[in-house]
């Protein structure tokens, strides 16, 4: 299977099935934009069909692993009901693509990780973080739900308490925080996270194929478990995206101050 048609995430095929997929927008910081999204939307559909690929390596390119949405993105989207319909449906392809691509992925969190981009850092099967990364999920700050992944995942990982102060409060965890909580497998040195992801993926490569993936299989049960809560989130913070915090919420990011939502006005 050829990846010829993706502009903004970059492949290289590796040894024993591995493949190496980069977010490749480092003057971005990886942020993603309409684009972006849908590719990484689509790309674990097409992982999982080529039969040439055992696991997915994913990490980012420069010196992040994704700064979230593309705030011109966001602007876009806010009150423009098709764009947060289409978002709505692709958010979800994103999620369940990834719980279900039956090749075990790992994440190589070599920076920060937000939005959408901790989608594919958290839900991958094994999360190797360098120790001064940041982790979030910032949609309060901006003035929306947090959806995504945030209610799928982050309950199960940190616990609840933790899930709720993160993503009530937007706070960022380090890479170091992330793996006190079992947020992420391993933190290390950042030199060190990419060739410990790609360690780790020749074990799963070389590993027996139908033991390791029908154990992935079992263990998503949990996510799918939480399947409802996921799609009840990503409905709400599509819905808050019609409302008129988000607009202060980009606004104030523009800006670089800090937000005076129309909903703490009296």
């Known amino acids: 299977m050829s990846f010829e048609d993706y502009h903004q995430l970059s492949f290289a095929r590796r040894d024993n099935g591995v493949l190496l997929i980069t977010l490749d927008r480092p003057d971005k910081y990886n942020a993603a934009d309409e684009e972006m999204h849908g590719e990484l939307a689509r790309v674990w559909n097409d992982v999982d069909a080529d039969p040439e690929v055992r696991v997915a390596v994913i990490t980012g390119a420069g010196k992040a692993f994704s700064a979230g949405g593309d705030l011109a993105m966001v602007e876009r989207m806010a009150g423009d009901y098709d764009r947060v319909s289409h978002m709505l449906k692709e958010m979800s392809e994103l999620v369940y693509n990834i719980i279900n691509c039956e090749k075990p992925i790992v994440s190589a969190i070599n920076g920060v990780a937000v939005g959408a981009g901790t989608v ?113 989130s990503a409905a709400y913070e599509m819905l808050t995206f019609l409302g008129p915090d988000v607009v202060e919420g980009y606004t104030a990011l523009r800006e670089k101050r800090a937000p005076n939502f129309p909903s703490t006005r009296t």
């Open 120 to 232: 594919a850092a958290l839900l991958a099967d094994v999360a190797i973080a360098a120790e001064d990364a940041r982790i979030g999920d910032g949609h309060v700050k901006l003035g929306v739900a947090a959806g995504d992944h945030a209610a799928i995942i982050w309950p199960l990982l940190a616990g609840m308490a933790k899930a709720r102060y993160y993503l009530l409060t937007g706070e960022m965890v380090t890479g170091v925080e992330a793996e006190r909580l079992g947020m992420v497998a391993k933190a290390l040195p950042r030199e060190q996270v990419l060739d410990e992801a790609l360690r780790v993926a020749d074990v799963l490569a070389t590993g027996a194929q139908p033991a390791i993936r029908l154990t992935k299989k079992s263990l998503n049960n949990w996510l799918r478990s939480a399947g409802p809560t996921f799609d009840q």
